[in-house]
């Protein structure tokens, strides 16, 4: 259920920054093709965040303590950006126009994916995970 509320709240997120970012598109044509259109690069986002965000913090740790974690900034809109080539690999209709769109893309749906998920807990009281 976790992981379910997580991808719905990357979407939103990552619908917001196509509503606030010039040069983050989502162009599928019709309301219900741009939400699986969303879902399906949250999920990819989500992957892509799950697997190589740890590698390159363990492979560039000095970057990270040289710059006092501004290097991250980078690498989120680098791992955006990649996002934004797997989707083209998979012919969804979403481009980002190139390095300064991601950059600002990445902050905004950090800041918004954290809001949402204060309001939305991960796991609902009562239930076990």
């Known amino acids: 259920m976790g992981i379910l509320i997580r991808l719905v ?7 917001v920054t196509t509503l606030v970012v010039p040069g983050i598109d989502v162009t599928g044509g019709s309301a ?7 879902l399906a690069v949250a999920l990819i986002f989500g ?3 799950a697997v190589i ?5 363990v492979v560039g740790c000095v970057f990270y303590i040289l710059t006092l974690g501004l290097i991250a900034l980078v690498v989120n809109a680098l791992l955006f ?3 934004d080539w ?3 690999a998979l012919n ?11 950059f600002w893309g990445a902050i905004v749906m950090a800041v918004v994916g954290w ?15």
């Open 32 to 38: 219900g093709r741009n939400v699986l259109t969303l």
């Open 92 to 102: 969804l209709p979403f481009h980002v126009d190139g390095f300064w769109p991601a």
């Open 81 to 83: 950006l990649l996002t």
């Open 53 to 57: 965000k740890p590698i390159v913090k």
């Open 47 to 49: 992957i892509v965040n």
């Open 9 to 15: 709240v990357n979407a939103v997120a990552l619908w």
């Open 86 to 88: 797997l989707a083209k």
């Open 115 to 129: 809001a949402i998920s204060l309001a939305v807990p991960d796991r609902w009281e009562g239930t076990r995970a």
